[in-house]
């Protein structure tokens, strides 16, 4: 059955997106300096688990253990040559989690690497983001989440190769932190507004932020976003609060019930896609999705 695009669905209704990976990973056991995206090869029964749990919760949508698995990532655990591989696994392990009716929203993270020091040119990244871009589809995404990117310069050309060498929805969202003057930034200096209008220029169709925030502190993103760009469909992915080192352990604090008071301000302030990051789990999206269904 074919999947109506995401862009068309957000017309009518907001949709639930799903939660934390990382976090889940290792509660299965992923340890301390293991590759995350080696388990799509090595234990993909339990990579599917974690889009299952999410599905089952009622995401909507839900993401992909793929976050680094761009060659530069992989290197640093000799599996620059899995790359292909292993973001074609990642898909398909969430697809067949999704079905035919949620939608799967590949994760492509930042490459580790600054164009600004000329660590890496824009053809680099340009040529890994598109390898990750086409074998992801080939695993079954339906569109692909570009994230918790900072610079601009590596946002256009992730979004340029998936653009160009996929038929995939492109999604492209930020982290900003909050400044002592009370703004939004990048660690690039990059506001929200500024993102968000570069990310359409690339090429973008779906927009937002992600990470680095809770709930309630999206809000104000998310208005400076809607206010300069009234008709574009936004993302959000929240963390469960702001991280706190609680015995040597860092902690999430915001419990489902917590991040389901921001639900409706979050919508208020336009946002079409709202799911979780950091710290969230399958209780935290049920949570939001009972909030939108109460509204």
């Known amino acids: 059955m074919a999947r109506e695009k995401i862009i068309s669905a957000v017309k009518s209704k907001v949709l639930v997106s799903d939660g934390a990976w990382g976090t889940f990973l290792h509660d299965k056991g992923l340890k301390p300096g293991e590759c995350p995206e080696q388990w799509c090869l090595t234990h993909f029964n339990d990579v599917k688990e974690i889009a299952d749990s999410y599905i089952a919760a009622g995401a909507d949508m839900v ?32 697809r067949q989690a999704a079905g035919d009716h949620c939608w799967v929203i590949a994760s492509i993270g930042p490459s ?7 660590e890496v040119s824009e053809e680099e990244l340009y040529d890994a983001f598109k390898e990750q871009a086409i074998a992801l589809e080939k695993g079954g995404a339906d569109a692909l989440c570009i994230e918790t990117m900072s610079d601009i310069g590596e946002a256009a050309e992730a979004i340029k190769a998936a653009k ?5 929805e492109i999604i492209c969202t930020f982290t900003f932190e909050k400044t002592l003057k009370g703004e939004y930034r990048t660690m690039m200096g990059i506001s929200p507004e500024q993102a968000a209008r570069a ?5 973008a169709d779906i927009i937002g932020t992600n990470c ?17 760009l009234p008709y574009a469909p936004i993302l959000v992915h929240a963390n469960a609060g702001l ?27 336009g946002a079409n896609i709202i799911g979780g990051c950091c710290g969230t789990k399958p209780e935290h999206i049920k949570a939001i999705k009972e909030a939108l269904a109460a509204l």
């Open 63 to 94: 993401q992909t253990n793929s976050f680094g698995g761009s060659r530069f990532k992989l290197k640093q655990y000799g599996l620059e040559e899995k790359a292909a591989e292993i973001n074609e696994a990642a898909a398909r392990a969430s």
């Open 112 to 118: 580790g690497k600054m164009l600004i020091t000329e």
């Open 164 to 168: 160009e060498n996929t038929k995939l």
């Open 199 to 203: 990310s359409l220029e690339a090429g």
């Open 212 to 228: 680095g925030n809770g709930s309630e502190r999206m809000i104000d993103i998310v208005k400076e976003i809607r206010t300069a």
């Open 243 to 269: 991280p706190q080192n609680i015995d040597g352990r860092v902690v999430f604090p915001e419990t489902p019930e917590d991040m389901a008071k921001h639900i409706s301000a979050l919508v208020g302030a």
